[in-house]
DNA sequence: GGGTACATGTAATCAGTTACATGATTTA
DNA sequence: TAAATCATGTAACTGATTACATGTACCC
């Protein structure tokens, strides 16, 4: 009857996931997993890939095993209770509000020049649409991977749906209207 | 010739935004104009709109006056120093990369039922969609509003392409796409 | 064998979050 | 006049950001 365990941020998910899907593994490994998946819609700073599992062994949701000469790497894995928590969240109907987070929207919102902001905009976003792009013709295909596949065409349409605002608005045209 | 202000964040411009706006404002009335506007695409915790402002204080881009009796209110006044950092803030060609921050992705992403999430985000983008129409259709029509009203342009898009996306996803169908 | 880049962390600072607390107004 | 809500802040805690620091492997 896995109570819910508040206190637990974005952050922590992120890793619980991360681990539960990769078995084990040190925070270097989480970083380079991250960096290669959900870090593209999410960011999550290294140094929180170092401190975030120690918490979560503080609470039970993992533990660590530390090597014993070398460099001394820390191997963390995913306890019974850290699956729990974290199918606890994934079923849980809590969906707190995204937000959008685009510096450029803020300039524009306070006055900078539209255009030039825009212009910029729409070659940053083409790039990273290529990227995507990319991405998800490599992962189609991979078998389990429909919960990251579905995050890549989110990602896509979002990349899509700036580059038609951003060029709309480099254009100098008002909204389309209705 | 304004030197960079290093250790500005968002919130640091947000507030100098909106006391330009403002010509004068308490932290209360920051908070109110902010969530009015701004605040539908960038969140700022309303403790942060009281010690925000006397960060800037401290480095001289803004001044405070205090009532002597009654509430003892303060309130702020961007300065010279702070328009000008502000302006070169606009002017600057730095526009870090935005970010997503949707937990309904990262749900999504490490293996919630889609559907089951899918469904509730179209409700949800739908009000916010309604939400800011209405506002559009309100601040259309002002004048000095054209910030403002690219920004909501950009929220509705992005509403937009937010619900199609999500309803794809709860019809099971895959991505358009060949 | 010296430099460069990758790997692996720690420490200090600071912003952000949450919670609490009280004063003033409105309304029932 | 009591209750509820709005206005106005402060305090404590903790996560996030930045910077630093060192170890190891690779390559020229």
Redesign the pocket.
Known sequence: MSMPHP?L???SYIVLGLLRFAGEA????LK?THAGSVGFFW??????L???PD?LVARGLATVRQEER?????HYRITDEGVAALDAWLAGADLPRGELREPALLKVFFGADPTDVAVRQVEAHRERLATLTAIRDRVRGLPNATGPLHTLDAGIAMQEAWIAFWERLAAGSGPVEG
Chains 1, 2 share one sequence.
């Open positions: 206190g941020t974005p952050t040190t925070p270097y490994e380079a960011a999550v700073p290294h140094s929180q170092y401190a975030e918490r070398g460099r001394r790497r820390k």
